[in-house]
């Protein structure tokens, strides 16, 4: 096969849907995706970013079916999915209902599943979905018990769907985001810092620093892109080395 040219890195003329795009992580890789050349359509709670985009619920099957049939409409294709949408609320899993349980399932699962069957008629070979999981994923949290269950059992669906699609050419990876600041967090953020905990929640990354939404963007690209065309069931862990520092804490 030949070397891959500078061009590689580019998304010129793809189609990429990214969910949960009015800001933060959603809107930093729809922005990014822009420039570098692909045509993006965007959905959110909230106004979201670009043209196309749609106010919806992601995990309302309806509205799922619209905006899919109105990318179809469009350009008649998907080549790159991203599944950004998901949140949590800080709480013991004890005094948490079975309708809050529902809601984590729904938000950070349920409406993935969906938005995926939805939108894989529309992708063809060279095409690639990308799921948002979280370092939770990978490790104790408590007072998010069912969110982080729900982000692992997004990491294992990643790697199952990698290798049923597969025959397809369609590639399934993961990024793990952890230490990006954004302002749907904040206020999560601030009430875990305020509750009495048995750990320490506040971790600075290894490499020293923060990082920032475009970093998960940057990952997102590569993926997405031929620069990763031999990369599948995988998992980017996006954190400033928090992952592989395990419990070690920078002070």
């Known amino acids: 096969m030949a070397a891959l040219s500078p061009d590689a890195i580019l998304l010129t003329g793809r189609v990429a849907v990214v969910t949960g795009a009015a800001r933060g992580i959603g809107r930093a890789i729809a922005e990014t995706f822009e420039a570098f050349g692909a045509r993006v359509a965007t959905c959110d709670l909230d106004q979201p970013y670009g043209e196309p985009a749609m106010t919806l619920d992601v995990r309302d099957p309806m509205a799922v079916e619209v905006f899919g049939q ?6 008649g294709r998907v080549d790159v999915l991203v599944n ?7 709480a013991p899993f004890a005094d948490v209902s079975a309708k809050g349980e529902r809601t984590l399932i729904d938000e950070n ?10 939108m ?4 063809g070979p060279g095409s690639s ?13 408590p007072g998010f018990a069912v969110y982080a269950a729900m982000k692992a059992a997004l990491e294992s669906l990643t790697r ?3 290798l049923e699609l597969a025959p397809r050419g369609i590639r399934v990876n993961s990024i793990a985001p952890d230490a990006l600041p954004t302002e749907g967090e904040s206020g999560v953020r601030e009430r875990m810092l305020a509750a009495p905990l048995p750990f ?52």
């Open 84 to 90: 950004n949408v998901g949140g949590t609320f800080h």
């Open 160 to 162: 199952s769907l990698a």
């Open 129 to 141: 979905i990308i799921n948002l999981t979280s370092s939770e994923a990978h490790q104790a949290a």
């Open 200 to 251: 320490d929640p506040v971790r600075t990354p290894p490499l020293g620093h923060l990082g920032d939404p475009a970093d998960a963007a940057g990952a997102a690209v590569f993926l997405a892109g031929d620069l990763a065309r031999f990369v599948t069931g995988t998992t980017l862990h996006v954190d400033g080395g928090i992952h592989a520092a395990g419990g070690w804490r920078r002070t």
């Open 109 to 118: 699962f349920t409406q993935v599943t969906g938005m995926i069957r939805r």
């Open 70 to 75: 109105a990318v179809a409409e469009r350009w």
């Open 120 to 123: 894989l008629p529309l992708m």
